[in-house]
């Protein structure tokens, strides 16, 4: 057992241990792959696929101590459940506190996946105490809209929608539009150097400006991330006006990501955004993604789908995120 396990919530059998490192991702990876038919989960997405060993090797590192924040249920011995905590700030100071749980489809609908979600709320709150946060945490959780009993689960306990990510899929990066349009007068676009890194930054970190539940994007986070080989910029003079950021999914070589599109404001609306993204396309192809994919946030202020659908992407699965209030 560990901190604000509660053992006695799970039918006989079943036991809470914590994460051990190495020699759980295998485990791990095999209760993503066995919960991927029933959930109808995308090996390719962009924002939540199944993922390896080595991945959850990755993501188990970037946790903080992740044998006290990762939780797995087994079962006569065998891994057959897992839960995951991360949190981090809003742009309106908001502290979220995020759980994710992933549990095998033939040991639903016996009360574990409730006693996953206790825990994770207990530990959550003991976290909140340590982190001092209480004033602005709120408890989050993420589900697919396939994933009908996770779903029903978060419903019950509270928890309700505030917002979607819907993903899009353009399958064959090869036959690509023509651009179809100049850009308007004085407009042009290149390559992102690193001098030109705190202006791309500036450019998405503003357009998200009237969003809610964004995460803080410092420039340090921005640097860490960094693969300038498919980005492209819009500057009016010298002033840039746009971005498109795009880059290689690392563990899917001939899939590409369009991670952000952005436009400013005073320059929305005049074809901007849909030469940068398909110079970005075109970018991606070029060191060899034969797909891409993107999302974007289903309220669409901005009418992206539109643009978006207009160059071949394609709707796939809903990304939905819940919310409940600490108390």
């Not at 909140?128 to 809209?145: D, E």
């Not at 928890?159 to 353009?170: G, I, N, T």
């Not at 064959?172 to 390559?191: A, C, K, N, V």
């Amino acid at each position: 057992m560990s901190d604000g396990a509660p053992g006695q919530n799970l039918p006989v059998g079943f036991g809470f241990r914590p994460y051990r490192g190495d020699e759980d991702h295998d485990p791990m990876a095999a209760v993503r792959l066995g919960c991927a038919e029933r959930d109808r989960a995308d090996p390719h997405s962009v924002v939540e696929g199944i993922p390896t060993a080595a991945e959850i090797a990755e993501a188990s590192a970037k946790l903080e101590e992740p044998s006290r924040n990762q939780m797995l249920v087994v079962h006569d011995g065998a891994v057959i459940g897992y839960t995951t905590i991360r949190w981090w700030q809003e742009r309106d100071d908001t502290w979220l506190y995020l759980h994710r749980g992933y549990l095998l489809p033939q040991h639903r609908r016996q009360g574990i996946g409730s006693a996953m979600l206790s825990w994770a709320e207990a530990r959550i709150r003991q976290l909140v105490i340590q982190h001092g946060t209480a004033r602005t945490a709120v408890i989050g959780a993420n589900a697919m809209a396939s994933e009908k009993e996770a779903t029903a689960l978060l419903l019950t306990a509270g928890y309700r929608r505030v917002f979607s990510l819907v993903e899009l899929k353009l399958g064959d990066l090869p036959q690509l539009p023509e651009l179809g349009s100049e850009l308007p007068s004085g407009i042009r676009t290149g390559p992102i150097g690193t001098s030109h890194y705190r202006a791309a930054w500036r450019t998405v970190v503003d357009s998200y400006a009237d969003n809610g539940f964004t995460r803080k994007w410092t420039f340090q986070d921005f640097i860490d991330s960094a693969d300038p080989a498919c980005w492209r910029a819009a500057w009016n003079g010298q002033d840039m006006v746009g971005v498109a950021l795009c880059s290689i999914r690392r563990h899917h070589p001939t899939v590409g990501e369009v991670e952000e599109l952005s436009v400013r404001t005073d320059h929305r609306r005049r074809g901007i955004g849909r030469v940068l993204l398909l110079e970005g396309l075109r970018s991606l192809r070029e060191q060899g993604a034969t797909t891409a994919r993107l999302y974007t946030g289903t309220a669409n202020p901005h009418r992206a789908y539109d643009l978006y659908e207009s160059v071949g992407f394609r709707r796939l699965n809903e990304y939905v995120r819940y919310r409940k209030p600490l108390a």
